[in-house]
């Protein structure tokens, strides 16, 4: 019998749809022409990129021709930044000290090289930005980038992107928002919204590795991030990868067309969770402000010291449980979680983060839960690093 397994790592990435995997399929098994020929193979690839291109840029409620096709969101990142710095004479940039690593260390670099001052806006008790200090950095140092992610990735957090968006407006300010956790999570409408960059990977919501997109507003006039061919429009060289993006494209329609019924599970399975663990396991905590304003997503708890803490993950797995410690781009690192971290977390407590999907059930929970309480509430028996 094959042994149980339950994926609580969604935030990481998700499952591929079947819906997605049907959609995928024909461009890999019948239109294989490159998409930059001229020839009617090449031109049948072509038109599926920009139908999804028209499709996405609908759901955003943007032009098609403001969605820029790319790798990921690690990509998308790095464009929006490194180009805003390079071509839009931005000298000074805000962002918080609990960003993802594509954007946090991205504009350390850009710091560290001279190309300009960063500044990190304070945060609240429990991880929220600190508005009146962003506008502070803001008002001190006009034209600058504000980079702040919608939702963050390890406590789920979330923004308040119209306020941040018109605090730049008054201060003529470039917004770039990492909506990676959000976008298939909860509409958005861009044509209402004041940010200039949004980015995406289409991972997160059932759709495939290695593709994403940035939206760029047409009000930003940049260059090239990556030379070497003509592909989407002159701004993204290299051939497109074209199974990813009608697979993102179908991903989206199916997470937005399903959006109300998926968030209402999604978020039952959550508070459900928290509950179970707070019945089962005296002591236990919960990071940031996961719940209250924060993804419907994500839960991460804190478990009371014991001297099995540091085996925690490793135990889980054993048992068939998939879940992380904090964001997997971390993974494999002996430095600790950044944005545990600047939320100053107990120290020796084991901090785990459960991340649900639309494929999850109550009967996963209740599995979890109980290993969980078996393991604290069992005297365990002296363990040690493999």
């Known amino acids: 019998m094959e042994k149980r397994r339950v994926y609580f790592d969604n935030a990481a990435t998700s499952p591929l749809d079947k819906e997605v995997i049907e959609a995928m399929l024909p461009i890999m098994q019948e239109y294989y022409g490159n998409p930059s020929s001229i020839h009617s193979d090449g ?10 291109r028209k499709k ?11 969605i820029f096709f790319t790798s990921g ?22 962002t918080s000290p609990i960003e993802h690593h594509a954007v946090l260390h991205t504009l350390e670099e850009l710091a560290q090289k001279g190309k300009i001052k960063l500044s990190l806006v304070n945060l609240t008790a429990n991880g929220h930005i600190n508005f009146n200090h962003l506008e502070e950095l803001l008002k001190n140092n006009e034209h600058s980038l504000v980079s702040l992610m919608h939702a963050n990735n390890e406590v789920g957090n979330l923004l308040d992107m119209s306020k941040v968006g018109e605090l730049c407006e008054k201060y003529h300010a470039l917004f770039h928002s990492d909506t990676v956790q959000t976008v298939a999570h909860y509409p958005l409408d861009l044509k209402k919204s004041k940010v200039h960059f949004i980015t995406c990977a289409a991972h997160k919501f059932n759709g495939p590795k290695g593709v994403g997109f940035v939206y760029i507003s047409s009000d930003v006039k940049i260059h090239p991030f990556i030379t070497g061919g003509t592909q989407e429009r002159n701004m993204r060289g290299g051939t497109e990868n074209v199974y ?10 199916v997470a937005y067309r399903d959006l109300e019924k998926d968030q209402t599970k999604i978020l039952e399975l959550k508070n459900y969770m928290a509950q179970e663990l707070i019945k089962s396991i005296p002591g236990i905590k919960f990071n940031g402000d996961c719940l209250g304003n924060a993804l419907y997503t994500i839960l991460n708890a804190s478990f009371p010291p014991a001297s099995f803490n540091e085996m925690l993950l490793f135990k889980l797995d054993i048992a068939g449980v998939s879940c992380s410690g904090g964001s997997a781009c971390s993974s494999g690192s002996n430095i600790g979680s950044h944005v545990l971290g600047a939320l100053g977390v107990e120290q020796g407590r084991a901090n785990v ?7 999850n059930t109550m009967a996963e929970v209740d599995y979890v839960v109980a290993k969980l309480k078996e393991l604290y509430t069992t005297p365990q028996p002296a363990t040690t690093l493999p």
């Open 353 to 359: 983060r459960f991340s649900f999907g639309k494929q």
């Open 43 to 52: 031109s049948k690839v072509r038109v599926a990129i920009e139908n999804a």
């Open 244 to 253: 990813g993006i009608v697979g993102l494209a179908k991903a989206m329609e």
């Open 56 to 66: 996405v840029a609908a759901l955003l409620h943007v032009s098609p021709g403001e």
């Open 73 to 94: 969101g690690t990509e998308a990142d790095n464009m929006a930044i490194r180009c805003s710095v390079e071509d839009a004479g931005i000298k000074h940039a805000i």
